[in-house]
């Protein structure tokens, strides 16, 4: 079994900055994708990042240019770097990874991030 655990979510002023954590623990193999996901309230669940084994990343069009994913393999933890936040960014965050052989596919906890003044 693989866990993943986040940190630093939190309370932040609109144009302010987080950067959010999470890393993996338990019997992994081999970590392929990861990414961020996000919950607002009342809404379904949304990608936000991703990046693949080979470092490729994507991003969801609301956070082009404001996000950035990356990842340490040697410590199995992948981030996030919010810059320039939005109230409309409020949410519960979620990291997930693609693991091992046969892939299984697992998630965070979640952290909550809330912007406002």
């Known amino acids: 079994q693989v866990q993943l655990v986040e940190s630093g979510g939190g309370l932040v002023q609109p144009g302010g900055s987080l950067r959010l954590s999470c890393t993996a623990s338990g019997s992994i193999y081999r970590i392929y994708a990861m990414s961020w996901h996000r919950q607002a309230p009342g809404k379904q669940r949304e990608l936000v990042a991703t990046i693949t084994s080979g470092f490729i990343t994507d991003y969801a069009d609301s956070v082009k240019g404001r996000f950035t994913i990356s990842r340490d393999n040697a410590k199995n933890t992948v981030y996030l770097q919010m810059h320039s936040l939005k109230p409309e960014d409020t949410a519960v965050y979620y990291c997930?990874?693609?693991?091992?052989?046969?892939?299984?596919?697992?998630w965070g906890q979640g952290t909550q991030v809330t912007v406002s003044s």
């Open positions: 997930y990874i693609r693991e091992g052989i046969p892939l299984q596919d697992y």
